[in-house]
């Protein structure tokens, strides 16, 4: 059966309904919950709003209000938001066709491509779960698609709302800016010749939609808007499931016994910003934004402080970008090998995370500790070869 853009988009929603019913299913007859812990998160949040209250009466909501306001329909019909996130998958896949369409990739080639996200059971499983990264996926998506579409006010709107939503979209900024080079220059002379209407007219529009946003959350819910959604972030010490080699220093640094507290954790941010934001913007984003912005998420989530497996969809949604003519493909050891490593360090991981969490073993040292340089260490090969290859 030939597969057509009705085909993938109907399969990859009933792949998604299936994965709903059956979390409904195991919720109900089984003592592990397969509804994420988040998903109670947005939902009482939710609540709290409609009954007039704010987002942030909720314990560990850490997010924009406007998602509160987005799932209000969670009040009278609880698995709204599932629904709403799995949605957002395929409006990111329907959206990834366009661009496949305006890069001059042939309908065939970007179907299949486009079934690494539409029919990945890991990205289905994580939206019904009740994770918002399929919205996240959705609006980063979306803005790459305006950019293509040369709708660059779109882009900047889309653009600031993405980092009002989520803040790491912020790292593309410089990549689009850099990468929109062809439009009329406004000075001649000197480091002025790299100013143009385009990167005017992007930067003013992020910032207009970034400001208007966060300003007219702040208005309404003040400091505890700032502290949670944003500034919250900075001091972080989230070691549950964290994939990330700072897992061991977050877990030390959380406990109420130790006086003198590690900085390290805390200053995690500078390699990480340098690295996504202004290395790989700056070297790639002109010979392909699309494939820049695969590698500038997956070097954010590699060097994040908390990297956890939701985290992957961030650059899961812009992998079909990266695939055309890559040598992943290429060389089909190399994408193979890659696979194999980065399913492997990370069921590794998981064996040992298991085992502390559910069976109250001590696997910190050297079990999480091993497993974890193992995964860092898989991802920055992976991400040598992706940079290689662009």
């Given at each position: 059966?030939?597969?057509?853009?009705p085909?993938?988009?109907?399969?990859?929603?009933?792949?998604?309904?299936?994965f709903?019913?059956?979390?409904?299913?195991?919720?109900?007859?089984?003592?592990?919950?397969?509804?994420?812990?988040?998903?109670?998160?947005?939902?009482?949040?939710?609540?709290?709003?409609?009954?007039?209250?704010?987002?942030?009466?909720?314990a560990t909501?850490?997010?924009?209000?406007?998602?509160?306001?987005?799932?209000?329909?969670t009040?009278?019909?609880?698995?709204?938001?599932k629904?709403?996130?799995?949605?957002?998958?395929?409006?990111?896949?329907w959206l990834?066709?366009r661009?496949?369409?305006?890069?001059?990739?042939?309908?065939?080639?970007?179907?299949k491509?486009?079934?690494?996200?539409?029919?990945?059971?890991?990205?289905?499983?994580?939206?019904?779960?009740?994770?918002?990264?399929?919205?996240?996926?959705?609006?980063?998506?979306?803005?790459?698609?305006?950019?293509?579409?040369?709708?660059?006010?779109?882009?900047?709107?889309?653009?600031g709302?993405?980092?009002?939503?989520?803040?790491?979209?912020?790292?593309?900024?410089?990549?689009i800016?850099?990468?929109?080079?062809?439009g009329?220059?406004?000075?001649?002379?000197?480091?002025?010749?790299?100013?143009?209407?385009?990167?005017?007219?992007?930067?003013?529009?992020?910032?207009?939609?970034?400001?208007?946003?966060?300003?007219?959350?702040?208005?309404?819910?003040g400091?505890?808007?700032?502290?949670?959604?944003?500034?919250?972030?900075?001091?972080?010490?989230?070691?549950?499931?964290?994939?990330?080699?700072?897992?061991i220093?977050?877990?030390?640094?959380?406990?109420?016994?130790?006086?003198?507290?590690?900085?390290?954790?805390?200053?995690?941010?500078?390699?990480?910003?340098?690295?996504?934001?202004?290395?790989?913007?700056?070297?790639?984003?002109?010979?392909?934004?699309?494939?820049?912005?695969?590698?500038?998420?997956?070097?954010?989530?590699?060097?994040?402080?908390?990297?956890?497996?939701?985290?992957?969809m961030?650059?899961?949604?812009?992998?079909p970008?990266?695939?055309?003519?890559?040598?992943?493909?290429?060389?089909?050891?190399?994408?193979?090998?890659?696979?194999?490593?980065?399913?492997?360090?990370?069921?590794?991981?998981?064996?040992?995370?298991?085992?502390?969490?559910?069976?109250?073993?001590?696997?910190?040292?050297p079990?999480?500790?091993?497993?974890?340089?193992i995964?860092?260490?898989?991802?920055?090969?992976?991400?040598?070869?992706?940079?290689?290859?662009?």
């Amino acid at each position: 059966m030939k597969l057509t853009t009705p085909r993938l988009l109907v399969s990859a929603a009933l792949m998604r309904v299936a994965f709903f019913y059956y979390g409904v299913y195991q919720d109900t007859h089984n003592e592990i919950r397969f509804t994420d812990i988040d998903y109670f998160v947005f939902t009482d949040a939710s609540k709290f709003t409609a009954q007039g209250g704010t987002p942030y009466d909720r314990a560990t909501y850490r997010y924009t209000p406007i998602l509160a306001w987005l799932l209000l329909p969670t009040t009278q019909y609880y698995w709204f938001g599932k629904l709403l996130f799995a949605l957002g998958d395929i409006v990111a896949g329907w959206l990834m066709l366009r661009i496949f369409q305006l890069r001059g990739l042939s309908n065939d080639r970007a179907l299949k491509f486009a079934s690494v996200w539409l029919l990945n059971p890991m990205v289905a499983t994580i939206s019904t779960r009740g994770s918002s990264e399929g919205l996240l996926g959705a609006m980063v998506i979306a803005l790459l698609w305006a950019v293509y579409e040369k709708q660059i006010i779109l882009s900047g709107l889309l653009t600031g709302y993405a980092v009002h939503f989520k803040i790491y979209p912020i790292v593309y900024v410089p990549s689009i800016l850099w990468a929109l080079d062809s439009g009329p220059k406004l000075m001649g002379t000197g480091i002025l010749k790299w100013v143009n209407k385009d990167r005017v007219k992007f930067a003013l529009a992020s910032v207009i939609s970034f400001v208007s946003l966060t300003g007219a959350m702040y208005y309404i819910y003040g400091e505890p808007f700032l502290q949670h959604t944003y500034l919250h972030h900075l001091s972080r010490s989230d070691h549950r499931h964290n994939f990330s080699p700072y897992n061991i220093l977050l877990y030390m640094s959380s406990s109420p016994n130790i006086v003198h507290k590690s900085p390290y954790p805390s200053l995690a941010f500078i390699p990480q910003l340098f690295i996504s934001g202004v290395f790989l913007p700056f070297m790639l984003a002109k010979k392909d934004l699309a494939k820049t912005m695969f590698v500038q998420t997956f070097a954010f989530v590699t060097f994040n402080k908390v990297c956890t497996s939701q985290y992957f969809m961030w650059y899961i949604v812009l992998l079909p970008f990266y695939l055309p003519g890559s040598a992943m493909l290429r060389k089909k050891w190399l994408g193979v090998w890659s696979l194999i490593l980065w399913t492997l360090s990370q069921v590794l991981w998981l064996q040992q995370g298991f085992e502390l969490e559910y069976l109250g073993k001590s696997t910190f040292f050297p079990g999480i500790f091993a497993a974890t340089l193992i995964f860092f260490s898989v991802n920055i090969w992976i991400l040598g070869v992706t940079i290689e290859d662009i």
